[in-house]
């Protein structure tokens, strides 16, 4: 990061509590993708589990672990540095027709399990097909999808799809970024999914306790943007974690078995008053009930 942009800091992490039956292979996807400035970072397991790390198809990195019988507990803690600014836009940036566009794009414009571009065609076409197609029109899907979906904590499960959002007209945050994403690409905007960090910098904080978050990048352009249904705003702070087609594709914790999640806890803030990573990460000390 340039030495003469403004940043500031965060602190972000997880804790997966789990309790399996048996050993259970499973793998995370919560570490910051590539380009992000980590400053410090910290993976453990309570018990000590042997990990190694893989990429998948779209460069996504995850850690591959084997969840022990039992109660365990799987952490990751970061210190990360962002920018003291908004998401980048380009109002007159201008939107390609599909055969002028890269290659490794095309696959962001297709139909996937969430995201059934073909169902809701007709519909997107209505809305928005006569809008000049520059980096306006995707914001106008945006602040439609947002006016359209109410946010309601739990509403919605690993069913849910961006059809079954725009027909009930709620959802969670990975619902928003589904519609969202759906309606581009039924326009031929590529558009993917992007789960990650984002803390309440610069703005009130959220009532819900923190939770891992999902937005949408769209390429216009030459590049690819940033967008946030569920707030329909340029925000500070975003922090990838990993890019798909849709959620399918990112999955924080994908286990080959059924353990049960006993907790999740999630970090992204500008809290630092305390050590982070944290001076004993055992589960004991980690465990809010304490039992």
Same mark, same amino acid.
């Given at each position: ?127 928005? @097909? ?113 890019? @798909? ?47």
């Amino acid at each position: 990061m340039s030495q003469a942009q403004s940043v500031r800091t965060l602190r972000i992490g997880c804790e997966f509590n789990h309790v399996a039956q048996s050993a259970t292979p499973a793998s995370f996807l919560v570490r910051p993708a590539g380009q992000a400035a980590i400053v410090r970072e910290l993976w453990t397991a309570d018990p000590a589990t042997p990990a190694t790390f893989l990429h998948d198809l779209y460069g996504n990195e995850f850690r591959r672990v084997i969840l022990p019988a039992g109660e365990s507990l799987v952490s990751y803690y970061a210190v990360v540095e962002v920018p003291d600014e908004l998401d980048a836009a380009d109002p007159g940036a201008v939107l390609s027709p599909p055969e002028s566009l890269p290659g490794e794009t095309l696959l962001f414009t297709l139909p996937s399990r969430y995201c059934q571009s073909d169902m809701l065609s007709s519909a997107a076409w209505e809305r928005f @097909g006569d809008a000049e197609r520059n980096f306006e029109l995707v914001t106008r899907i945006q602040d439609w999808v947002w006016n359209h979906v109410e946010y309601r904590t739990g509403s919605t499960g690993s069913w849910w799809t961006a059809k079954d959002s725009f027909e009930a007209g709620y959802g969670v945050c990975r619902d928003f970024a589904h519609l969202m994403i759906t309606l581009c690409r039924a326009l031929n905007i590529p558009a993917r999914y992007v789960s990650g960090y984002l803390p309440d910098m610069d703005v009130p904080a959220l009532p819900t306790p923190m939770d891992f978050h999902a937005w949408v990048e769209a390429y216009v352009g030459d590049r690819w943007w940033t967008f946030d249904p569920r707030h329909n705003a340029r925000r500070k702070g975003h922090v990838p974690i990993a890019r @798909g087609r849709d959620a399918a594709d990112v999955a924080l914790v994908t286990s080959y078995g059924a353990p049960w999640l006993r907790r999740l806890t999630v970090w992204a803030d500008e809290d630092l008053s305390e050590p982070w990573p944290p001076a004993d990460v055992s589960m004991v000390a980690r465990d809010p009930f304490g039992d």
